[in-house]
């Protein structure tokens, strides 16, 4: 009898396993349903010598061109530590939004695990490196201006980070850094650089943080803050007090968020996977400011293409779409087409 109920109990799991595999993945209705994107075919166009790596941090500069950090010819270690050596390739690229053309890039030999970029409004150029537990500024051109952090030593205090993720820069040119995959929270520093205050912990409830992955403020100066594994955005005055937070049963793993030119749309990315085993794919989300989703495409069956995880995107003066993906170490354009009342 218990033998029989075993091989039951083992036959209905491997049936409610397979139903989720192969289950049709619903198409996600939003607001405005006639917002529409297309992708873009054959951009960016990059040079033959240029191995495109895990794209995974990305952002306009002044110019409105697309600033991406990627790996290069390194990728996360499955097992074991991260690796000790620079990435030899060049992990910053500047490219031309309009034609794809690569502009410029530099970072060779610096790098140990890129992730988050972000440009700032005197177009300096801002990523974290999850490898060297370090922050960096740099000219646009790839002069170094400000380091955080102490090289490969990973910690919870005002001069160390573990793992931080990524960046954003008030209109004062005080910072906040999302510390992030070692740490459960958020830093705030002076334009110059002084440690001024902190929050956040390990946990599921307001003011925690489960990976704090992606950072955004909006016009007045609130911080938003993707909380990747809790499957939500959560939002912050300035002074790091609660406000609210935007969850959604349909959400993935929020991996990344930005506002548009007007402040007045976010935008995101997600990722849907089983047991972070089987990817199933990214949608692409755009939400009000009351966090009610007006538009959605990606694995819900607006785009049809093949799995993807969105680790990063940016979002230019016209709305169109820029994601990294790191399944298929591609950069996507997605344009749009449409925006009409019924």
């Known amino acids: 009898m218990l033998k029989k109920l075993f091989y039951g109990t083992l036959l209905i799991a491997g049936l409610i396993l397979l139903a989720y595999f192969i289950q049709p993945l619903k198409k996600g209705i939003g607001a405005d349903p006639f917002t529409r994107y297309e992708l873009v075919k054959n951009w960016p166009q990059l040079p033959a010598g240029v191995i495109l ?42 490219i031309n939004k309009d034609n794809g053309q690569l502009i410029n890039s530099w970072g060779a030999n610096q790098f140990i695990m890129p992730h988050g970029l972000t440009v700032d409004n005197e177009n300096n150029i801002w990523v974290t490196d999850v490898g060297l537990h370090q922050v960096f500024k740099f000219s646009h051109d790839g002069k170094l201006l400000l380091k955080l952090g102490e090289a490969t030593i990973a910690g919870n205090d005002r001069l160390h980070f573990n793992k931080p993720t990524a960046v954003a820069i008030a209109k004062d040119g005080s910072f906040y850094v999302s510390d992030g995959y070692g740490n459960s929270r958020i830093v705030k520093f002076s334009s110059q650089g002084k440690y001024l205050f902190e929050w956040g912990k390990k946990g599921d409830t307001k003011n925690e943080f489960n990976i704090p992955h992606a950072i955004c403020l909006d016009c007045k100066g609130n911080v938003y803050v993707a909380d990747r594994e809790n499957n939500r955005i959560q939002v912050f005055d300035e002074n790091g007090q609660f406000k609210k937070q935007y969850s959604n049963k349909t959400f993935g793993a929020l991996c990344a968020i930005a506002f548009d030119e007007t402040g007045t749309k976010l935008f995101a990315v997600d990722d849907l996977s089983f047991l972070k085993i089987k990817h199933r794919g990214s949608d692409v989300l755009i939400l009000d400011t009351t966090g009610q989703v007006l538009t959605r495409f990606g694995r819900s069956g607006l785009y049809d293409g093949p799995a993807t995880w969105y680790h990063t995107l940016a979002v230019d003066k016209n709305e169109n779409i820029y994601v990294g993906d790191i399944l298929q170490n591609k950069i996507q354009q997605f344009r749009k087409t449409s925006s009409r009342i019924p």
């Not at 390194?74 to 690796?83: E, Q, T």
């Open 53 to 94: 790596g895990n794209p995974t941090g990305m952002c306009l500069d002044t110019n409105q061109n697309l600033v991406v950090f990627h790996r290069a010819e390194r990728n996360w270690p499955l097992l074991g530590s991260m690796p000790d050596k620079p990435i030899q390739g060049k992990t910053i690229l500047i």
